[in-house]
C-alpha cells in the first residue's frame, strides 16, 4: 500500500496520505488548514524530512546559516530543539508563534 506525502500549497504542511487503488489520482486535501491546493514530494528526499527528523538531525551545537532559514518550516525549529533539551516546555503559545512565523501571518500581525 503505497503512502505518499504532500505538501500544503497554502500552508506547507506535509501530511502523509495512504492512497488506495481508485483514489490513487486523486490529490488529497490538507488535513492541517483544509486547502485542496497540494502537491506530491518524494519522501526519500532528505529535504522533505518531517519534523521530528529534522529536530533529530538539527546540531545545535552550532548556529544555523541563513539557508537553514530560507527554508520556511525550518522557522523556529532551533529554537524548539534548545528548549527541549534544556527541558523547557515552550507551550502551545510557541508553537502557535513558529507556525505564524512559517506562514508569514506574524509579520503581518505586527504591521
Ligand atoms: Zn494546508
Same mark, same amino acid.
Given at each position: 500500500m503505497p503512502i505518499y506525502e504532500y505538501e500544503c500549497a497554502a500552508c506547507g504542511r506535509i501530511a502523509a496520505h495512504v492512497m488506495l487503488g481508485s483514489r490513487r489520482a486523486a490529490r488529497p486535501a490538507c488535513p492541517h488548514c483544509g486547502a485542496s491546493r497540494t502537491r506530491r514530494v518524494? $519522501? $526519500?528526499?532528505?529535504?522533505?524530512?518531517s519534523e521530528t527528523s529534522r529536530l533529530a538531525n538539527l546540531d545545535t551545537s552550532r548556529r544555523p546559516d541563513d539557508s537553514f532559514y530560507s527554508d520556511s518550516r525550518n522557522v523556529g525549529l532551533w529554537a524548539k530543539k534548545r528548549a527541549r533539551q534544556m527541558g523547557v516546555d515552550l507551550g502551545s503559545k510557541f508553537d502557535e508563534t513558529v507556525e505564524k512565523a512559517r506562514t508569514g501571518k506574524l509579520i503581518k500581525d505586527m504591521e
Open positions: 518524494m $519522501s $526519500s528526499f532528505a529535504v522533505v524530512e
